[in-house]
């Protein structure tokens, strides 16, 4: 859990523990804005998305990691 896997089964994201996910989430957010890789998303999808986060950023605050 809190990984993401490619093509070649490699971990793309590991976002196990507080800091780790912080630190995509911040990414996630940049690439929803203008220039960004999902600028193009509606508005709905882009505050469905940014929920799930805090809905997750929450989780971390709470237990600070993933088994």
Avoid at 10 to 20: E, M, S
Avoid at 22 to 45: C, F, I, K, M
Wanted: proline share 3%; glycine share 8%.
């Amino acid at each position: 859990m809190g990984v993401a896997f490619g093509a070649d089964s490699q971990p793309l994201v590991k976002a196990d523990n507080k800091t780790a996910f912080e630190a995509v989430a911040a990414e996630v957010r940049q690439q929803l804005r203008p220039g960004g890789r999902w600028q193009y998303t509606s508005n709905l999808e882009k505050e469905q998305v940014n929920g799930r986060l805090d809905d997750m950023q929450a989780l971390f605050e709470k237990f600070g990691t993933v088994q």
